[in-house]
T-cell receptor
Framework: AQKVTQAQTEISVVEKEDVTLDCVYE???????LFWYKQPPSGELVFLIR??????QNEISGRYSWNFQKSTSSFNFTITASQVVDSAVYFC???????????FGKGTSLLVTP | GAVVSQHPSRVICKSGTSVKIECRSL??????MFWYRQFPKQSLMLMAT?????????EQGVEKDKFLINHASLTLSTLTVTSAHPEDSSFYIC????????????FGNGTRLTVT
């Protein structure tokens, strides 16, 4: 069985602060994929990143960065210099293979205030 | 980029009526589509998986006779909520898998269903 835990239900930061969203996963599969999605108030899911289990390199995309640690089964997401537009619910998800159904965590609601 | 269109974006219906939600892949062929449901302030839960030309596979606890899924073509899947009740009010969102090589799942913009 697969499971994704996002222990932080809500986070509130002031603009320009850095914030890290935690994601811990459980799986018995040796091959799997991890995802992060952003869900703004309008509801659509915005794809942020996909990482397969064989690629443990950290990734940076602008103000976003991801830290994948297989040893601790974590795939944390950091937003540097947060902005009000970053306010949304962020979901971490896991699938056996890319293109298969995703198991979502419960999401972390991020509020960035001016 | 790949686009998945979901329609309608919002629908309000009376209890006992049926509602059909469409999910279309606009620029690729989707061999598999997934339907999720999200209650307010909760996570997305997989309802069913549909493969083009075959019956959908439903997750445990999801009533297949209530949530009818049809995937008649490689670009269209529909979810019909039959005899809707207020507890069916939720956000329904579909995703599509591109035929061929593995790729990220593309999601529709979701449908907010309110049953009065």
């Amino acid at each position: 069985a697969q499971k994704v835990t996002q222990a932080q239900t809500e986070i509130s930061v002031v603009e320009k602060e850095d914030v890290t969203l935690d994601c811990v996963y459980e799986t018995r599969d040796t091959t799997y994929y991890l995802f992060w999605y952003k869900q703004p108030p309008s509801g659509e899911l915005v794809f942020l990143i996909r990482r397969n289990s064989f690629d443990e390199q950290n990734e940076i995309s602008g103000r976003y960065s991801w830290n994948f640690q297989k040893s601790t089964s974590s795939f944390n997401f950091t937003i540097t210099a947060s902005q009000v537009v970053d306010s949304a619910v962020y979901f971490c998800a896991l699938s056996r293979r890319s293109g298969y159904a995703l198991n979502f965590g419960k999401g972390t609601s991020l509020l960035v205030t001016p | 980029g790949a686009v998945v269109s979901q329609h309608p974006s919002r629908v309000i219906c009376k209890s006992g009526t049926s509602v059909k939600i469409e999910c279309r892949s606009l620029d690729f062929q989707a061999t598999t589509m997934f339907w999720y449901r999200q209650f307010p302030k909760q996570s997305l839960m997989l309802m069913a998986t549909s493969n083009e030309g075959s019956k959908a596979t439903y997750e445990q606890g999801v009533e297949k006779d209530k949530f009818l899924i049809n995937h008649a073509s490689l670009t269209l899947s529909t979810l019909t909520v039959t005899s809707a009740h207020p507890e069916d009010s939720s956000f329904y969102i579909c995703s599509a898998k591109r035929q061929g090589a593995e790729s990220p799942l593309h999601f529709g913009n979701g449908t907010r269903l309110t049953v009065t």
